[in-house]
C-alpha cells in the first residue's frame, strides 16, 4: 500500500509522493504477485493522489491490473480504513505499508487499530530520502499527529474498522 503525500496546484506529484511511489516501486518488485493499494484522494482541485501514483507505477511498467485505487481518503486514518477493506476483501496477511520513515509509525498504529498487521516497506536512505529539515519537522508533527488520531478516534469521531 502506498500512503498519498500532496499534490502541486499544477496537478504534479510533491516530493514526498515520487519518494512513496518510489518505495512501493521497490515494494512491488519484491512481490511481483501482490496488489498495489494507492490511496489518496482529492485535496486540492485537480487529480487524485492516487490515481497520479497510478500513472507512476504504470511508467515504470507496472501492470494496471495490478493497482487498486483509493481515491476517497483524504487523511491517515481513511487511508489505514481503506487497506483494512482491502485486505479484508482480498484475503491478505498483511499490508506493506509504504511511506517515508517519519509516517511509518502512526501509519502502523492505525493500521493495527483497524485490524491489518503490517510491515514497513523498502524507504530510501541518504540522499534517496526527505531533506534532513524536512524529516524533522515532519517527525515534529507526526507525534502531535499520532495523540491526535488516537483522541479522535476514542472520540467517535473518526471510525477506523470497516
Known sequence: ???????????????????RVGYGLAAAAEQPD????????????????????????QAQ????????????SRTTIENARAAAVEAAR??????????????????????RLAGVESRPGPLGRGRAGPPAAHRLG?????????PHNLALIVAGRERIRP
Open 138 to 146: 515532519m517527525s515534529l508533527r507526526e507525534g502531535l499527529a499520532i
Open 34 to 57: 501482490a496488489p498495489i493499494l494507492c490511496s489518496g484522494g482529492v485535496c486540492r482541485p485537480g487529480p487524485s493522489e492516487a490515481s497520479i501514483m497510478a500513472d507512476l507505477l
Open 61 to 72: 511498467g507496472v501492470a494496471a491490473e495490478r493497482l487498486i485505487l483509493d481515491e476517497l
Open 90 to 111: 482480498g484475503g491478505h496477511p498483511h499490508v506493506i505499508a509504504c511511506s517515508d520513515a517519519y509516517h511509518l509509525p502512526r501509519i502502523r498504529i492505525l493500521l
Open 1 to 19: 500500500m502506498i500512503f498519498g503525500a500532496a499534490v502541486g496546484p499544477d496537478g504534479r506529484a510533491s516530493a514526498a509522493l515520487l519518494r
